[in-house]
């Protein structure tokens, strides 16, 4: 079964760029991932779930002879016609009609003022990239529990979702993927200078927790290059004090809550 199971899970990740991007996207660990990928050990309940349910595949057929799941995959991408997807064919116009944002992929800082704990700033780490024409993005939060002090007493965060150019307007949408209980929208206005270095926007979502009560935030996206450290970055992923001496004066005043206008909340 392992052997089966390996080699079928080489083929599904043949259809994305590189095992590194299947990694980061199921948020598991590559080392554990590539002992899959040998046959040489099989998945817990909890990360089979999540392969499966990622790749669109039930448990059973990973099992199956490589020859018969790989037409089973084949006949399966032939029967699913977009045109057959209703969200899909909801989307396609905004497909067909959005501008291109490659200039804009890469990694990014995003700074909001936290919806959960009010008074707070929130640094987030997001990756925006281009698939088959597409443009997709995760973002990462964590926020530390009370009193906390190790790492699993984090609370984690993931976002995927995908962007749209429209209108000299940036408008990303996304979802929380770990718990699926949650969307969010960010409208960002594009930079027109030659180098991308801060983008203005508003964040609109829900609070955690038991109240989850609907907000706006303005958001500053922090451009940190097309290849970063991860791992550095990730570990400034957390919440901040307003006057902490790593937000600096232009992030604060970004952030800056505006009187609002005729009742609306407006940035410029």
Known sequence: MSDAFGTNLQLLCSHYRSIAEVCRRLAINRAQFNRYLSGQSLPTRHNLKRICDFFGVEDYELSQPPEQFAALIGSRAKDRPAARDPLQRLLQPLREHAGDLRRYCGYYFEYSNCMSVPGQVLLSLVQLWEEDG???FERQERQERSGAGAAEDWVRCRYLGAAFALHDRLFLMDYESLT????SQTILIPSYKSRITRLNGLKTGVSSGDRRNPACTRVVWEYLGAEINRISAYRQVRLY???DPRID???????D??????GLFEIE
């Open 180 to 183: 699926l209980n949650e969307m």
């Open 249 to 255: 004066a232009d992030v604060r005043q970004r952030l």
């Open 134 to 136: 597409d443009f997709l």
């Open 241 to 243: 004090r307003p006057d």
């Open 257 to 262: 809550v505006a009187p609002l206008k005729n």
